[in-house]
Nanobody, 122 residues
Framework: QVQLVESGGGLVQAGGSLRLSCAASGRSFSGYYMGWFRQAPGKERDFVAAISWSGSNTYYADSMKGRFTISRDNAKNTVYLQMNSLKPEDTAVYYC???????????????WGQGTQVTVSS
């Protein structure tokens, strides 16, 4: 098992930027495929981005391409989500997740953080 703690959320104006961090502890971080999901009030938890074990492969939901960048630092056991050109519709709780296989679906991730709130004002 790996434990995940997100940070970096907050309130930002539309067009602004935020960088989320997810610190991992427990089992070998570099052995996990990492993902970010988000959940807006009253909506499903949706895939945002994912990154492979080495960081060489990244995947994004279509609405995030060109605005969000996922990266990881295995030496620091941390995965990041850089979010630029934020829109009010990006407002959600953002969750970090770890899994042993590549995927964009929630069921493919076995470990989850508690989430961090991102609010984008218009």
């Amino acid at each position: 098992q790996v434990q995940l703690v997100e940070s970096g959320g907050g309130l930002v104006q539309a067009g602004g930027s935020l960088r989320l961090s997810c610190a991992a502890s427990g089992r070998s971080f570099s052995g996990y495929y990492m993902g970010w999901f988000r959940q807006a009030p009253g909506k499903e938890r949706d895939f945002v981005a994912a990154i492979s074990w080495s960081g060489s492969n990244t995947y994004y939901a279509d609405s995030m391409k060109g605005r969000f960048t996922i990266s990881r630092d295995n030496a620091k056991n941390t995965v990041y989500l850089q979010m630029n050109s934020l829109k009010p519709e990006d407002t959600a709780v953002y969750y970090c997740a770890a899994g042993l296989v590549p995927g964009t679906e929630r069921y493919q991730y076995s470990n989850w953080g508690q989430g961090t709130q991102v609010t984008v004002s218009s």
